[in-house]
């Protein structure tokens, strides 16, 4: 800004906001031959978003009868070299969390799949079909973000995740016992997943996906026509999208902390190890709504990971 020219009418606080969202930012006011200092220094100075203010002159100038020096550009230089960190952090954080959006349409994708998959008449096929659209939904999910693992590999993740430990089963424990599941006040999927959101949020605020889990149920329930199904006849195949869902987001929520160390320089983490992990805090953390105890997540055997 120039310091000669300058109006706080012309200064666009909002504008400043949405940027001060993104990038730290440094208010640079130009031909600085101290009259700054009786009003726009002090002015930029309290506006939240401004994180540094360096008044400069770039050249030698004559002003009000003052010969001006060059001063200021040593300034600028060691305030910015003093948020390049906090700047390449932000830039990762950006680029991470802008992948994990991507894959988040997958999780979508992989829900619906394997709801309408757990409808089908032939029980045999339908456990072989989840567990295969979960793997292509993983795969989907790592290619988001950069990898590539073997299918067979990431089959023996979602086998060891959620379905082994028994979340589809308590899931769709849960879901029998909710008030209305009978014959004579049934609901429909829509009414069952807007308490679930209700209930959930109060009690997965600590998880780090607990916006896009809500997010999630609510734009299933949205779906036509599967929020106006009776879900009186689709508890089962309800319990598994859901765990379908949670898995799909611990998974991008792993894919994120390998990006992470990527960008960082980091070693990768051990997938067969940061995986169950994450999925039994995430299982932690629904204990209270489930109201009793969950089981321990099953190990998986090192040589199905090989």
């Not at 050249?59 to 001006?68: A, W």
């Not at 799949?113 to 795969?139: D, E, N, S």
Request: aromatic fraction near 8%.
């Amino acid at each position: 800004m120039n310091s000669q020219v300058a109006r706080e009418a012309e200064i666009d606080q909002v504008w400043l906001d949405m940027i001060a969202k993104e990038v730290p930012i440094i208010a640079v006011i130009t031909r600085a031959s101290g009259v700054e200092e009786k009003w726009l220094k002090p002015f930029l100075e309290k506006v939240s978003s401004i994180r540094r203010v360096v008044p400069i002159m770039a050249l030698q100038e004559i002003m009000h009868h003052n010969n001006i020096q060059p001063h200021g550009l040593d300034s600028l230089l060691f305030d910015t070299e003093g948020l390049l960190e906090e700047l390449a952090r932000t830039a990762i954080s950006n680029a991470i969390n802008t992948k994990a959006d991507s894959a988040f349409g997958w999780c979508r994708d992989g829900c619906v799949k394997v709801f309408v998959t757990r409808l089908l008449p032939i029980p045999f096929l339908q456990g072989q079909a989840t567990f295969l659209l979960q793997t292509l939904m993983l795969a989907e999910i790592a290619k988001t973000f950069g990898y590539q693992f073997d299918k067979t590999f990431l089959h023996n993740i979602a086998k060891a995740g959620i379905g082994v430990a028994g979340f589809d089963s308590l899931l769709e424990q849960v879901l029998n016992n909710f008030p209305g599941m009978n014959q004579d006040n049934i609901q429909t999927v829509q009414e069952v997943l807007s308490q679930s959101v209700i209930m959930l949020d109060q009690v997965t605020g600590n998880l780090p996906f607990h916006d896009q889990l809500l997010e999630l149920l609510k734009g299933f329930s949205n779906i036509n026509p599967i929020g106006g199904v009776s879900v009186v006849k689709c508890v089962t195949a309800l319990a598994t999208t859901l765990s379908t869902g949670i898995l799909g987001l611990v998974f991008i929520e792993t894919m994120k902390a390998y990006k992470l160390a990527e960008y960082e320089g980091r070693p990768l983490p051990k997938l067969e190890e940061e995986f169950p992990e994450r999925i039994q805090q995430a299982m932690d953390a629904f204990r209270c709504w489930f109201g009793g105890d969950m089981p321990v997540l099953r190990q998986v055997p090192q040589a199905d990971l090989q």
